[in-house]
Structure formats: C-alpha cells, structure tokens
C-alpha cells in the first residue's frame, strides 16, 4: 500500500543553522505534498505545501523541494529560531483520495 | 473564524468500555477526517465523512466507526476499549473532500485506556 517514509525522526540544531528534514513516497501517482508543524498541546498546521508540477516553493525560511524521478521532498528551514522547535510531518495525497503522513520528525532549536 | 473543536480533550476509559468523541469543524467546512496519533506511529489515518458519507477509511478494525451529522459535525467511536487503543485521537476539516484540500486540525483529544 501507499507508504510515506520521513528522515529524521529527531534532530537537533544550533540556532541559527538550517534544519533538513526529507521524505519519500511510494505512490508514484501522488501530486500534493503538503507538510505540518505540530507544536505542544495543539493539533498540526499547514506550513508549506508543494504540487506536482513545480520542483521547489519557497516561503520566507522555509522551502520545500521536490523530486518525482526519485520519489521524494524535503524540507528546509533556514535561519532556525527556538519557535521552530516542534514536531514536522510531511504528507503526500493523490486527487481526491486519502492523505498518508509520515511519522513525524521532532526538530530542538538548541540555544 | 472558530477553529475545529474536539470534545472532550482528555478521557480515560477502561479495558472492554466503548468511547465517543466529537468533533466541530469549521463553519463552511463539510469534510472531516479522522486520524490516530501515537509516538511510535504517526498520524495514522482513520476516515473522512463528506455529506454524511464515508469517503475513505484507513486500515483499523470495526471496532472504530464514525458518522457525520447533517451539519458536518462528526463523532467516533471506538467499542471494546483495548490498551493499545490509548493515544491523541486527531480530527481535521476541510472545505472540501480529498488528500489535495488543506487540513485545518482541532487540538484533539487524548483517550487513555487503563
């Protein structure tokens, strides 16, 4: 079945420095890759999202690139701050059918 | 705008009871889905309800089902409570229905199950 795998499951930066965070798909029909910020106590937000027909978006720090050949995506945070700190998951959907998650990647902003 | 509201936000249950949440999606929101979080897991994905219908279900026993009223809230139930059963229980609404529509998440409600 559809499968979305997300590397790493942690990962702690220096403030300041740029956090990765990838994920592959097994669906090669899939063509909306959206990715969400869960912070403590709440539920997950929508920070960036990327369709199929563009390779990369960027949206002030963040960016999301995007390979179909290889069946993968990535996330790129840049200049991290201690607010960046919280668990990210990355999803990949196709049309109108169910969206699979990976298993979250938990980023600490070390001061 | 309110935001998608989860009821309640903490319930402990025993092994064998059956468990009712609920939850309110936006207004003009008509797209709910359902997902399971648990730290070894994920986000695991349960069911979207559009118009009443069930659209998709992810792959967990009869033991949870849901149901959408006529005005979009939406309820799950789980019966026969199982330990393994305890964890974040995630609703998210959507204007429309489909992995392609942003999800907008309620904070959730975490089930215990002793």
């Known amino acids: 079945g559809e499968n979305v795998e997300q590397h790493p499951s942690t990962l702690s930066v220096q403030e300041g420095d740029s956090a990765v965070i990838k994920c592959t798909y097994s669906?090669?029909?899939?063509?909306?890759f959206p990715w969400y910020k869960q912070e403590l106590g709440k539920g997950p937000q929508l920070i960036i999202d990327?369709?199929?027909?563009?390779g990369e978006k960027k949206d002030q720090r963040i960016a999301v690139t995007l390979n179909k050949t290889a069946k993968h995506f990535s996330l790129h945070i840049t200049e991290t701050q201690p607010e960046d700190s919280a668990v990210y998951f990355c999803?990949?959907?196709?049309?109108?059918?169910?969206?699979?998650f990976g298993k979250g990647t938990r980023l600490h902003i070390l001061p | 705008k309110a935001g998608v509201t989860q009821t309640p936000r903490y319930l402990i249950k025993t092994r064998g009871q059956q468990v009712t949440l609920s939850c309110s999606p936006i207004?003009?929101?008509?797209?709910v889905s359902w997902y399971q979080q648990t730290p070894g897991q994920g986000l695991q994905f349960l069911f979207e309800?559009?118009?009443?219908?069930?659209?998709n279900k992810g792959n967990f026993p009869g033991r949870f089902s849901g149901r959408q009223f006529s005005n979009s809230r939406s309820e799950m139930n789980v019966s026969t409570l199982e330990l393994g059963d305890s964890a974040l229980y995630l609703c998210?609404?959507?204007?429309?229905?489909?992995?392609?529509?942003?999800?907008?998440f309620g904070a959730g409600t975490r089930l215990s199950v002793l």
């Open positions: 669906d090669s029909a899939s063509n909306y």
């Open positions: 998210a609404s959507s204007l429309r229905p489909g992995g392609e529509n942003i999800q907008y």
């Open positions: 207004s003009g929101h008509r797209s």
């Open positions: 309800y559009f118009s009443e219908t069930q659209r």
């Open positions: 999803a990949a959907s196709w049309e109108d059918d169910k969206i699979i």
């Open positions: 990327i369709r199929s027909n563009v």
